[in-house]
């Protein structure tokens, strides 16, 4: 169903730039950009990380990190830091998540925007993101900028219901009640955006079944290829 992309980096980016309109909803960290390293603001280099809940993303992204060095951005854990915060968004997010629903898209975006533009790293991970069209849409206008590439970790979902109910992270979402709903949102909103990426040839498809190392023999590759050509 899916079709395996061939590696298709855009090198020459077009430059970053702020939706106007859009803008104006933030009152923090504008205009977009990074932190300079050696008197250099280098462009961003985004991989989206997809895949249905359990599918094993944050497993394989402390990976990813540890052997190419990207900065980690999990938008659960972000929404989910936010949750406990005194933010005016808590109880909103709580509900939302306690149902498997998507948090809307500006809130989710500002976290991400806030982390990335603290980070002075520019290689990012972001995983679990997007999860709607409308998320990539938002993120597209908001931050002026598109994923290199975009991986997606394919997983029976009798696996990831299994693995999901094993997790033990006393996560509120984390029972079989709002696994369903979960599912559910993945299938109808987040499978059309995996669709896109596929169609724009920046689509890998990783097999999420087996260990977590075999896994990961399947993801490497896809990043040597991807420094390879970055050199
Ligand atoms: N390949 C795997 N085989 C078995 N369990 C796994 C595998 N990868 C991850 N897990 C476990 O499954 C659960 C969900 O993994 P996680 O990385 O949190 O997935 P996601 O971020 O996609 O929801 C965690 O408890 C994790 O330890
Ligand atoms: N882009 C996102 C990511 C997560 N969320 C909300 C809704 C999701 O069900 C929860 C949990 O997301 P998370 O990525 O941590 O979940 P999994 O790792 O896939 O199990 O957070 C969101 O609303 N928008
Ligand atoms: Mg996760």
Redesign the pocket.
């Known amino acids: 169903m899916w079709r395996r992309a061939t590696l298709f980096l855009r090198v020459l980016e077009p430059p970053i730039h702020i939706n106007a309109s859009l803008s104006q909803t933030f009152t923090t960290g504008f205009p977009f950009h990074f932190q300079e390293k050696d008197g250099i603001c280098p462009k961003p280099l985004i991989t989206f990380v997809l895949?249905?809940?359990?599918?094993g993303?944050?497993t394989q992204c402390g990976k990813i990190v540890e052997t190419f060095g990207f900065k980690h951005l999990?938008?659960?854990?972000l929404?989910?830091r936010e949750m406990v915060s005194d933010s005016e968004y808590g109880s909103m997010i709580m509900n939302?998540?306690g149902e498997?629903?998507?948090?809307p898209s500006e809130v989710?975006v500002k976290l991400i925007l806030r982390e990335m533009e603290s980070s002075d790293n520019h290689k990012f991970l972001i995983?679990?993101?997007?999860?709607s069209q409308e998320?990539r849409i938002a993120f597209e206008q908001i931050i002026g900028a598109e994923p290199h590439m975009v991986l997606f970790f394919d997983c029976p979902e009798e696996e990831m219901v299994k693995r999901?109910l094993s997790r033990n992270q006393g996560r509120i979402?984390d029972n079989i009640n709002t696994i369903k709903n979960?599912l559910q949102?993945f299938e109808s909103l987040n499978l059309p955006v995996i669709d896109y990426y596929a169609k724009k040839g920046k689509l890998y498809r990783i097999n999420a079944v087996g260990t977590v190392d075999e896994i990961f023999e399947h993801v490497r590759p896809v990043f040597e290829a991807c420094e390879h050509e970055a050199r």
């Not at 895949?51 to 599918?55: A, F, K, Q, R, Y």
């Not at 999990?74 to 854990?77: C, L, N, Q």
């Not at 498997?100 to 948090?103: A, F, L, S, T």
């Open positions: 895949g249905g809940p359990g599918s993303k944050g999990s938008a659960g854990d929404l989910r939302t998540i498997g629903r998507i948090v989710t995983d679990g993101f997007p999860r998320n999901v979402d979960r949102v």
